[in-house]
C-alpha cells in the first residue's frame, strides 16, 4: 500500500490507473519471490512458475479490463447516436430533410434547393434553424 501511496504521482490519466496498480502488483509479487529465492533449483522453478501464473493473471485482467473499457465505450457511441437520431427524426419535416441532405449526405445547399426546388435562401434557413434545434436539444438532453 505505501508504494502505491509513494507513486500515485506516477498516473499519468484516469484511464491507466487499473494498468498502473496491476504493474505495481505484479512489480511487488515478482521482488517479493526473488528475494525469498530459495537456492535449491526446484524452488526457483517453483519460484518461477508461480510468478509467470501470477503475470498471466494479471495480464488477463488488464485484457478483460480493457475489453470493457471499449465495449463501455461503443455502447456509449451508440446511445448518442440512437439520441441524435431521435431528434433529427423529430425536426419539422422541411428542416429534417434539408438537415439530412446537407449533413448526411453532403450535399452542397445549391443542390439541395434545386432538388428540392426551394429558393437558396429558404435552405440556408432551413439548414441554420435545424442546426440551432438540434444543437438546443443535444444541450437540453446532455448527449
Not at 42 to 70: P, R, V
Not at 83 to 89: P, V
Request: proline share 1%.
Amino acid at each position: 500500500m505505501m508504494k502505491i501511496w509513494d507513486k500515485i504521482d506516477g498516473v499519468k490519466n484516469s484511464k491507466s490507473i487499473m494498468a498502473w496498480l496491476f504493474q505495481i502488483a505484479n512489480n511487488s509479487v515478482y521482488n517479493f519471490f526473488r528475494r525469498k529465492k530459495a537456492r535449491n533449483t526446484n524452488d526457483d522453478k517453483i519460484i518461477d512458475a508461480k510468478t509467470n501464473e501470477i503475470k498471466y493473471n494479471i495480464e488477463e485482467k488488464l485484457h478483460n479490463y480493457e475489453s470493457n473499457l471499449i465495449a463501455i465505450s461503443e455502447k456509449r457511441k451508440m446511445l448518442k447516436h440512437n439520441k441524435l437520431k431521435t431528434i433529427i427524426d423529430n425536426l419539422n419535416p422541411r428542416y429534417k430533410e434539408v438537415y439530412i441532405l446537407r449533413f448526411e449526405h453532403g450535399m452542397q445547399p445549391n443542390n439541395i434547393a434545386k432538388k428540392l426546388k426551394l429558393k437558396i435562401n429558404t435552405v440556408y434557413n432551413c439548414i441554420e434553424r435545424a442546426r440551432k434545434k438540434v444543437k438546443s436539444k443535444i444541450e437540453m438532453e446532455q448527449i
